[in-house]
């Protein structure tokens, strides 16, 4: 596959994607886990669903409809729950059912053959196109940027958001910036894994980190090296077998998140023996 990365433009495309995707999992999933926001990110990343779907109908790209579709869902979710209107995965939940039918419906009335929407679902990084890498890019660099600017804010803010508020941070404002983020990295994402899959992306690299440093900092920067590594073993396995490249991403990811987590608890045993010693 080496050589073929020098050869090939969807190669390097591929790569391009994988690399911009890990830096906007490694950042927005170590957030998602320290929030607990596993099923809410879930229902935003399938309500998208549904704007994939109006797009095909519509005649637009299928993708402006994603995020349409995950924004709306983003904020429609974060205003009910900050006015206790119920409870967030309750709501995660039926948004994640209802943009699932919603897209299902666009696309059952759409006039000829219905289109394929494989790559939505379960992502082809091979195919990614040279617009798409531009939207990814810009879509990186905001998220890159609005964590940059306001790192000490979101680093207050996870440690303890009552204690942040009462110190002036406005946690309102960086709730609604953090699920706008969500919706974006939906996008990035969808084109990589896949609509059913994002989930794994974002968590996987995320979690691994966890075990490897309790500093916000380390744990971002070691869940996007991560993220790297899991797209491109993903990659070049998908490559090589000729399988679809975004499930033997997830594959890969989820496999060696779960080998860290038992040497991870195998350390810790030997650990805890030796220390009773």
């Given at each position: 596959?080496?050589?073929?990365?020098?050869?090939?433009?969807?190669?390097?495309?591929?790569?391009?994607?994988?690399?911009?995707a890990?830096?906007?999992?490694?950042?927005?999933?170590?957030?998602?886990?320290?929030?607990?926001?596993?099923?809410?990110?879930g229902?935003?990343?399938?309500?998208?669903?549904?704007?994939?779907?109006?797009?095909?109908?519509?005649?637009?790209?299928?993708?402006?409809?994603a995020?349409?579709?995950?924004?709306?869902?983003?904020?429609?979710?974060?205003?009910?729950?900050?006015?206790?209107?119920?409870?967030?995965?309750?709501?995660?939940?039926?948004?994640?059912?209802?943009g699932?039918?919603?897209?299902?419906?666009?696309?059952?009335?759409?006039?000829?053959?219905?289109?394929?929407l494989?790559?939505?679902l379960f992502?082809?990084?091979?195919?990614?196109?040279g617009s798409?890498?531009?939207?990814?890019?810009?879509?990186?660099?905001?998220?890159?940027?609005?964590?940059?600017?306001?790192?000490?804010?979101?680093?207050?803010?996870?440690?303890?958001a009552?204690?942040?508020?009462?110190?002036?941070?406005?946690?309102?404002?960086?709730?609604?910036?953090?699920?706008?983020?969500?919706?974006?990295?939906?996008?990035?994402?969808?084109?990589?894994?896949?609509?059913i899959?994002?989930?794994?992306?974002?968590?996987?690299?995320?979690?691994t980190?966890?075990?490897?440093?309790?500093?916000?900092?380390?744990?971002?920067?070691?869940s996007?090296?991560?993220?790297w590594?899991?797209?491109?073993?993903?990659?070049?396995?998908?490559?090589?077998?000729?399988?679809?490249?975004?499930?033997?991403?997830?594959?890969?990811s989820?496999?060696?998140?779960?080998?860290?987590?038992?040497?991870?608890?195998v350390?810790?045993?030997?650990?805890?023996?030796?220390?009773?010693?």
């Amino acid at each position: 596959m080496i050589e073929a990365i020098f050869e090939y433009q969807f190669l390097q495309r591929a790569l391009l994607a994988c690399l911009l995707a890990s830096v906007t999992c490694g950042i927005i999933g170590v957030i998602i886990i320290e929030k607990k926001l596993v099923m809410m990110c879930g229902g935003i990343a399938h309500t998208s669903y549904g704007g994939v779907g109006l797009g095909f109908l519509l005649g637009f790209e299928p993708i402006l409809g994603a995020f349409a579709f995950a924004l709306l869902a983003a904020l429609g979710v974060g205003y009910i729950n900050r006015r206790g209107g119920g409870k967030s995965d309750v709501q995660s939940g039926l948004l994640w059912s209802l943009g699932m039918a919603l897209g299902i419906v666009f696309i059952s009335i759409m006039p000829g053959y219905p289109p394929n929407l494989g790559t939505y679902l379960f992502g082809n990084v091979l195919s990614v196109t040279g617009s798409e890498i531009v939207l990814t890019l810009s879509l990186t660099l905001v998220v890159l940027l609005v964590f940059i600017i306001f790192y000490n804010y979101w680093k207050a803010y996870l440690f303890d958001a009552e204690f942040a508020a009462v110190a002036g941070v406005k946690c309102a404002l960086l709730e609604y910036l953090l699920l706008v983020l969500v919706a974006m990295a939906v996008v990035v994402l969808i084109r990589v894994v896949g609509i059913i899959l994002i989930l794994a992306l974002l968590l996987a690299p995320a979690a691994t980190a966890g075990l490897l440093s309790a500093d916000l900092k380390k744990r971002m920067i070691i869940s996007v090296a991560l993220g790297w590594l899991y797209c491109f073993l993903g990659l070049w396995i998908s490559y090589e077998a000729d399988i679809a490249s975004g499930a033997a991403i997830v594959m890969v990811s989820v496999l060696l998140y779960f080998l860290s987590a038992a040497a991870f608890l195998v350390r810790n045993r030997i650990g805890r023996k030796n220390g009773g010693a």
